[in-house]
């Protein structure tokens, strides 16, 4: 069964650092998505990304954050410099076409020092 | 804005036991719910979803307008069923399609 892959598993860096964070969605998908879940809390909605542009952003989603997908395959999360609170699990997910179920990543653990 | 709320954070049963896992949501519109489940060390996955009615390993979830509620209901629990378990909720309609989730219930079932 066709899976969305994340990687790095898992990301330590410094405050201040950029990170990408990286997402291959399912072959045939067209919608894209980030989540985020702080430790302890809900996963929370970043962004969603269709026909190579940002389709909604939640007010986490800030000038520090920017997504791209600078291939067929890949679906990136750029954190331009990072901040301890932004340290969380990202999640990656998509879908075949709106409305239709988001499939997940297993996640990418950020862990800012 | 929407919410979903799962009022329980841990819920331990024993095996055969009849399970309930909590979730009511505040919108006030048509809303798509759903149940994700993530097993240990595992990625998030599609349990359940309102619309399709149906039953997935054992679990149901009827949605309740009135009550604005969408627990998942299994009458017999097994071993493998302990899991940490989210509700979500999705807006119908436009072009709003990001989940918002709950909080999550840890199932511990008990041999």
């Known amino acids: 069964e066709p899976e969305v892959t994340q990687t790095p598993s898992h990301q330590v860096t410094q405050m201040g650092q950029e990170v990408i964070l990286r997402c291959v969605p399912i072959?045939?998908?067209?919608?894209f998505y980030w989540y985020r879940q702080i430790l302890g809390q809900k996963v929370e909605f970043l962004v969603s990304?269709?026909?190579?542009?940002?389709?909604?952003k939640s007010e986490i989603f800030d000038d520090q954050f920017s997504v791209e997908r600078p291939d067929g395959s890949n679906f990136t999360l750029k954190i331009r410099s990072t901040k301890l609170e932004d340290s969380a699990m990202y999640f990656c997910?998509?879908?075949?076409?709106?409305?239709?179920?988001?499939?997940f990543g297993a996640g990418t653990r950020l862990s800012v020092l | 804005a929407q919410r979903v709320t799962q009022p329980e954070k841990l819920l331990s049963v024993f095996k055969g036991a009849p399970v309930e896992l909590k979730c009511n949501y505040s919108?006030?519109?048509?809303?798509?719910l759903f149940w994700y489940v993530q097993y240990s060390r595992q990625r998030l996955q599609l349990l359940l979803r309102?619309?399709s009615r149906e039953s997935i390993k054992g679990f149901t979830a009827d949605l309740n307008k009135g009550e604005t509620s969408f627990h998942l209901k299994k009458p017999f629990a097994q071993e493998e069923d302990s899991a940490m378990y989210y509700c979500?909720?999705?807006?119908?309609?436009?072009?709003?399609?990001?989940?918002?989730f709950g909080k999550g219930t840890l199932l511990t079932v008990n041999p």
């Open positions: 997910a998509s879908s075949e076409s709106l409305g239709l179920i988001q499939y």
């Open positions: 072959s045939n998908h067209l919608y």
């Open positions: 990304f269709y026909n190579n542009e940002i389709s909604e």
């Open positions: 919108y006030s519109g048509s809303p798509e």
């Open positions: 309102h619309i």
């Open positions: 979500a909720l999705r807006l119908s309609g436009g072009s709003n399609y990001k989940l918002t």
